[in-house]
């Protein structure tokens, strides 16, 4: 057991490494958090406790009537709440208990420059321009839009600064070329299931992203460029 | 070409401005070591994934509150291992999974894993402190940084954590 501390120091040297499409995706992700310093930015002076209390009544009560939520007629057509379109490389009924060919792992392009997207982190995002939903990503599933080709995966680069939101946010993006959508599904790797699925939509080769979402538990966000999108 | 022989605090300032590509250096500088931090930490591919992609996230969203006070990477490495400790916790609570790199992962040989099996059954602190100073390769100094202990606790929770590992690892062959 004198050799225990070198054993260890012989593993670290056969310590896996992160895969490319996961470094690609993060380094998407996060470069794009990066954002100047607004000019005479100052900290947010701390919230009175009375006011605090006020405003999060208000949105309990908004939140608890049916016709309040961001989204809520894009969020509806989410596969489980209404049809969601369906490539045909996806296969596999809506609705059902998710597997790991049930999330599709593609990337496409569609014909449309301004696009509308909704998220909300209880249900999932809906990418849609006019009456045309292009992609869509739940805890358990996933799609994209027959009507958008696949093309090979590109590389991203550093694009706007994007807005990160673990709330409710529905924006309107217009983007400078017809848009890209990538959508795969996040997988447990010990167990190979899936527990949810990322959308992301991009422009141009090498891609910048306009609007993406991390749809999973405990942790699921939207990231949308804050210059080609407004809400 | 000069971001990548630039240091990390100049890099850092200009990430502050907005400088994506000085951000970019910092990824790809630091983005390999962060993942293996989480996962020697989680003991799960799919973990270090989404702790590494979501500590870089808060490391670029705020430079702004990063004050220098310490490296970049120091900041940035505790940020994932708190990340990965939280992560540890709370799959714990929730599916009474059992936390520790059990089964064989990237280039690992068969007789690593006897003691993959031991490291996942030590505490994640105590693991934590494993791994950080032999896969990882930091020194006590800075792994007392990385969880804000004093150094005489990283010293003594390592002792423990080693003898805890033999015991183990005696256990199994005998």
Known sequence: MADLEERLETMAARLPAPGPKTTRRAAAVALATVSAPRAGWRRPARPRPILAIATLAVVV????????????????????????????????????????????????????????????????????????????????????????????????????????????????????????????????????????????????????????????????RAFYDTKRCSG | VVAERADDAVLVDLARTGDRDAAAALFERHWTRAWRTAFAITGSEAAADDVAQEAFEHAFAGLSSFNGRSAFGTWLYRIVVNAALTAVRDERRRTAFAPGPAEPAGSWVASDAELVAALGALAADRRAVVVLRYWLGFVPTEIAELLELPVGTVHSRLARALAELRLNLEGTDG
């Open chain 1, 61 to 220: 009560v908004l939140v608890a009537t049916p016709a309040f939520g961001v989204g809520g007629e894009l969020l509806d057509l989410l596969p489980g709440r209404g049809e969601a379109p369906r490539h045909p490389a996806e296969g596999g009924p809506p609705g059902v208990e998710p597997e790991k060919s049930e999330i599709p792992d593609v990337f496409v392009s569609c014909d449309a420059r301004e696009i509308r997207a909704a998220f909300d982190p209880a249900q999932g995002a809906v990418v849609a321009t006019g009456e045309t939903v292009l992609g869509s990503a739940t805890y358990a599933s996933g799609a994209v839009s027959e009507t958008c080709r696949r093309i090979p995966r590109g590389s991203f680069v550093p694009g706007e600064p994007l807005r990160v939101s673990y709330e409710p946010v529905d924006v309107v993006c217009t983007a400078p070329r017809d848009v890209d959508l990538e959508v795969h599904p996040i997988l447990n790797g010990d167990t190979g299931r899936i527990f949810g699925s990322n959308l992301i939509v991009s422009y141009g080769n090498p891609a910048r992203t306009l609007f993406a979402a991390v749809v999973k538990p405990g942790g699921a």
